[in-house]
T-cell receptor, first 113, second 118 residues
């Protein structure tokens, strides 16, 4: 079946540090890949997406590249801010007909000033 | 723009009581979902619907029921509440996930309903 595996958290960084949150997936064909972010006390919101191999999704300084050869979609940001503190979820929609997203377990990020 | 609206935001139930969590969206989305999120955990899909009159079980449907009589509304019913149902519940909606359009796969979430069963 389809699955998403994220690096375990929590992750704690100092402001302006480099961020990587690893995400690998299992799915047949070419799924669409997503990163969602959940700020404290809120629902999830889409951060970025990529729909085909070698696509790079980007938003708010975050980037992730769809790597078919390593089945990965790692989230990166060059310089994190305190306001980036949140839980980050990797997710996929399998190719073909799909009725739901498959989410990873989430990674808690805390950025200290 | 309202988006996805959930009510109530907070509720405390006694064991064995029943209640309905309301969810409404004004984006004319066909797909709607109910998730639960336990403390420090990821999301678990309870039920989903791909259109009015159509509902399907997700990963953890036991103890819950849903209905979808209109495109806008997707209420979640808890019968005989149990402490194991203490959680934060999120409703979400989306377009057809595989429509091929640029927004395919974007779920819009409500702010959540925090339920405690004592």
């Amino acid at each position: 079946g389809n699955s998403v595996t994220q690096m375990e958290g929590p992750v704690t960084l100092s402001e302006e540090a480099f961020l990587t949150i690893n995400c690998t997936y299992t799915a047949t064909g070419y799924p669409s890949l997503f990163w969602y972010v959940q700020y404290p006390g809120e629902g999830l919101q889409l951060l970025l997406k990529a729909t085909k191999a070698d696509d790079k999704g980007s938003n708010k300084g975050f980037e992730a590249t769809y790597r078919k050869e390593t089945t990965s979609f790692h989230l990166e940001k060059g310089s994190v801010q305190v306001s980036d503190s949140a839980v980050y979820f990797c997710a996929l929609i399998p190719s073909g007909s799909a009725r739901q997203l498959t989410f990873g377990s989430g990674t808690q990020l805390t950025v200290l000033p | 723009n309202a988006g996805v609206t959930q009510t109530p935001k907070f509720r405390i139930l006694k064991i064995g009581q029943s209640m309905t969590l309301q969810c409404a969206q004004d984006m004319n989305h066909n797909y709607m979902y109910w998730y639960r999120q336990d403390p420090g955990m990821g999301l678990k899909l309870i039920y989903y619907s791909v259109g009015a009159g159509i509902t399907d079980k997700g990963e953890v449907p036991n103890g819950y029921n849903v209905s979808r009589s209109t495109t806008e509304d997707f209420p979640l019913r808890l019968e005989l509440a149990a402490p194991s149902q203490t959680s934060v519940y999120f409703c979400a909606s989306s377009r057809d996930l595989t429509s091929g359009k640029s927004k395919a796969g974007e779920l819009f979430f409500g702010e959540g309903s925090r339920l405690t069963v004592l």
